[in-house]
T-cell receptor, first 116, second 114 residues
Framework: NAGVMQNPRHLVRRRGQEARLRCSPMKGHSHVYWYRQLPEEGLKFMVYLQKENIIDESGMPKERFSAEFPKEGPSILRIQQVVRGDSAAYFC??????????????FGPGTRLLVL | AQSVAQPEDQVNVAEGNPLTVKCTYSVSGNPYLFWYVQYPNRGLQFLLKYITGDNLVKGSYGFEAEFNKSQTSFHLKKPSALVSDSALYFCAVRDDTGRRALTFGSGTRLQVQP
């Protein structure tokens, strides 16, 4: 039973390029979350999606960042025109459909983005 | 607004001794509390959670945590530490209002010495 899968595990981009990060949730999970971890810091929530819907994007920067979770295929976090400050580890988590709340989010291994 | 405080950046303990990693929280409404562990260059692994019921929660790898509502705390404990427990530990909270975003503490590095 595969866990949350993320690819690539490492990504190097030059300033101004685009970064695409992919996340495949655990089998049976329909909810996906993206978090960002800066060096030596905790994780910060970015966005919460269900299939074809963005439910909560309160943690997403207003510009250059977007996320989607299409009906088929993985969830994508897209960063346009990357800057050095985007260098971080980006973690995806997934959870099963709601059953009274309190469901656990299971995390993937992360994508470490380095912007040169 | 939700917040989590992990007051210790690092905790050092000798192998075989009990360990405690502290966490306090602030939420409006009732809290859902979680502990995760992160090994170097890895994702977060779920250890345990408190949703409702018994204040003492038992989780993976012999860890447990005690929910204390009056002190708004959820400290992680283990009776006998192992060297392999050395890692970064994160406490997280969300409330029961329906918003699912987890708020994480800044993490506590646990170092278990042989």
């Amino acid at each position: 039973n595969a866990g949350v899968m993320q690819n690539p595990r490492h990504l190097v981009r030059r300033r101004g390029q685009e970064a695409r990060l992919r996340c495949s949730p655990m089998k049976g999970h329909s909810h996906v979350y993206w978090y960002r971890q800066l060096p030596e810091e905790g994780l910060k929530f970015m966005v919460y999606l269900q299939k074809e819907n963005i439910i909560d994007e309160s943690g997403m920067p207003k510009e250059r960042f977007s996320a989607e979770f299409p009906k088929e295929g993985p969830s994508i976090l897209r960063i346009q025109q990357v800057v050095r400050g985007d260098s971080a580890a980006y973690f995806c988590a997934s959870s099963p459909p709601t059953v009274g709340g309190g469901e656990t989010q299971y995390f993937g291994p992360g994508t470490r983005l380095l912007v040169l | 607004a939700q917040s989590v405080a992990q007051p210790e950046d690092q905790v050092n303990v000798a192998e075989g001794n009990p360990l405690t990693v502290k966490c306090t929280y602030s939420v409006s409404g009732n809290p859902y509390l979680f502990w995760y562990v992160q090994y170097p260059n890895r994702g977060l692994q779920f250890l345990l959670k408190y949703i409702t019921g018994d204040n003492l929660v038992k989780g993976s790898y012999g860890f447990e945590a005690e929910f204390n509502k009056s002190q708004t705390s959820f400290h992680l404990k283990k009776p006998s530490a192992l060297v392999s427990d050395s890692a970064l530990y994160f406490c997280a909270v969300r409330d029961d209002t329906g918003r699912r975003a987890l708020t994480f503490g800044s993490g506590t590095r646990l170092q278990v010495q042989p």
